[in-house]
């Protein structure tokens, strides 16, 4: 079955530098990576996801690449904020939704003043 | 939309009784998921349903442990008899075609 590997599980960076969160997978069929965000106290919400079809997705501050041959994917914040501070989620599945996600162990980022 | 909801949010409950945690899932939406999610854990899926059909209970701790969804918009997480291990944050999601899951807010167990 699909293996999900995320490092670093700690990042802590100053305000306006970028935060990098790196993702491997083992199954190389799946096709669908979200990206989550939890903050404390609430659910994990939905922040990015890209498809296999897709090298590179940008949204505002964020953006997320996809290597298929080595299979990885990284999660990029520009300009970090304050308010980027939380635990990060990477997943990976087969892209059907009958199909599970797998998630990642989760990076905690912690954006100082 | 309301999203998916979850209840109670906090449940308080003495060791060796019956929880009984609820989820309502985005209307349209037509699988299911039970995570549970610990410091020393993180997030494990416990039981996910497609189209109310149960596909794979394989996370499911124990017989303890038991999943029904009799409708599209309904699903319950039974624990019977609860334990102190089983103190967690409980979460459902649903997830529509080809897309990343909605996580409800969750449910806090904690089983003194």
């Known amino acids: 079955g699909e293996n999900v590997e995320q490092h670093p599980s700690t990042l802590s960076v100053q305000e306006g530098d970028s935060a990098v969160i790196k993702c491997t997978y083992s199954d190389s069929a799946s096709n669908y990576f979200p990206w989550y965000k939890q903050e404390l106290g609430k659910g994990p919400q939905l922040i990015i996801d890209i498809r296999s079809n897709v090298g590179e997705k940008k949204d505002q501050r964020i953006a997320v690449t996809l290597n298929k041959t080595a299979k990885h994917f990284s999660l990029h914040i520009t300009e970090t904020q304050p308010e980027d501070s939380a635990v990060y989620f990477c997943?990976?599945?087969?892209?059907?939704?009958?199909?599970?996600?797998?998630f990642g162990t989760g990076t905690r980022l912690q954006v100082f003043p | 939309d309301a999203g998916v909801i979850q209840s109670p949010r906090h449940e308080v409950t003495e060791m060796g009784q019956e929880v009984t945690l609820r989820c309502k899932p985005i209307s349209g939406h037509n699988s299911l998921f039970w995570y549970r999610q610990t410091m020393m854990r993180g997030l494990e899926l416990l039981i996910y349903f497609n189209n109310n059909v149960p596909i794979d209970d394989s996370g499911m701790p124990e017989d303890r442990f038991s999943a029904k969804m009799p409708n599209a918009s309904f699903s319950t997480l039974k624990i019977q008899p609860s334990e102190p291990r089983d103190s967690a944050v409980y979460f459902c999601?649903?997830?529509?075609?080809?897309?990343?899951?909605?996580f409800g807010s969750g449910t806090r167990l904690t089983v003194v």
């Open positions: 999601a649903s997830r529509g075609d080809g897309d990343g899951y909605t």
């Open positions: 997943a990976a599945s087969k892209g059907t939704s009958s199909q599970k996600l797998i």
